[in-house]
């Protein structure tokens, strides 16, 4: 059975990840926080019958990270799927911005998709095979008002994703990453803009570069502008 890694599954597009990824026959191993959201995201995967498990970590937490991939590459092996989903944004103007929101918001957003890819790498070069997908935004092509700290992260996001790419060449491996505009998601809320698409239009996408594109996608960026 296909194995994927989810990071931030508790809500929003990674919970329809998580059950489109089961839906299409997926091992799953949530990867985020316990928290009352994730709760509800097992009660889900497990009313459909899903084959899953969770493994906390926060994901601002260097440590909590590195010792929850060992644990599971040392329990699974390497995974096939690892889709980098978790995000945190904080609304506010530059110069109401202080260093901790700063540092919060690219140590989910960027540092935790750099430090899961690192430590599974390894073990998905030695299968010789794997898919690293990476859920940046719109954000990182477009600024946008009291999100300069999201925005650079997802930025970032898609600059390490290319650097990646270019690693990967030759190796049986890819990533790539998405670009969600508007989401109809908690997230959202308060960006004054209004929803373009659903959570459940995004997974249906990760999906099929998680299961299906060819390896001739690797270092793509998909861009989601919505109807």
């Known amino acids: 059975m296909t194995l994927a890694v989810v990071s931030g599954a508790s809500r ?6 998580a059950l489109e990824l ?4 997926t091992q799953l191993i949530l990867l985020g926080r316990a928290s009352l959201a994730m709760t509800e995201t097992e009660q889900l995967l497990k009313h459909g ?3 899953f498990e969770s493994k906390a970590a926060d994901l601002a937490d260097e440590e909590s990270v590195i010792s929850a991939c060992k644990q599971i590459l040392a329990k699974h092996g390497a995974p096939d799927i690892v889709v980098n989903n978790a995000g945190t944004i904080e609304r506010q103007s530059v110069e109401q911005t202080s260093i901790a929101a700063w540092d919060r918001q ?3 957003n960027l540092r935790a998709p750099f430090l899961i890819t690192r430590e599974m790498l390894p073990a998905l070069r030695a299968n010789g095979r794997g898919r690293i997908i990476h859920v940046a935004s719109i954000s990182a092509t477009v600024g ?3 999100a300069a700290a999201y925005s650079a992260s997802k930025w970032g996001l898609v600059g390490f994703m290319k650097s990646l790419a270019e690693e990967l060449r030759d190796s049986g491996l890819m990533t790539v990453a998405i670009l969600p505009g508007s989401v109809d998601t908690d997230m959202l809320k308060g960006s004054g803009f209004a929803p373009r ?3 459940d239009d995004v997974a249906k996408t990760i999906a ?3 299961l299906d594109a060819p390896l001739a996608h690797n270092g793509s960026v998909i861009e989601m502008f919505g109807v």
């Not at 929003?12 to 990840?17: C, M, Y």
């Open 12 to 17: 929003g597009i990674g919970r329809s990840v």
């Open 22 to 25: 089961s839906r299409r026959g």
């Open 49 to 51: 019958g899903s084959v």
């Open 106 to 108: 690219l140590d989910v």
């Open 144 to 146: 946008s008002s009291q």
């Open 197 to 199: 698409m659903t959570a």
């Open 208 to 210: 099929h570069y998680a």
